[in-house]
């Protein structure tokens, strides 16, 4: 389950930043239906949120590269038993 909310949430914040992007790219453009009084204010605070909702999948991603490349310390479950065997005389 945890995979897949990892996966989820990446897709969300992308969806969303590209959403972003968007809104502020017709407001900046003088999208005529746009209700709003000052456009190019808007627009730039679209990308700053844009922006913002980038970072996190970034950070994610840096992460899970970090930990999937990290040396792993062998543990007692990795180390293979010897068995010694006493020879009778």
Request: charged share 20%; hydrophobic share 40%.
């Amino acid at each position: 389950m945890g995979q897949f909310c990892k996966v989820y949430c990446l897709l969300i914040s992308l969806v969303g930043a590209g959403y972003l992007l968007g809104f502020g790219l017709a407001l900046s453009s003088g999208y005529e239906y746009a209700k709003v009084d000052d456009k190019e204010s808007g627009a730039f605070n679209c990308f700053i949120a844009s922006g913002i909702y980038c970072t996190y999948p970034v950070i994610f991603i840096l992460l899970f590269i970090r930990n999937r490349c990290k040396s792993q310390k062998p543990t007692s479950n990795d180390i293979p038993l010897l068995e010694i065997r006493k020879e009778s005389s």
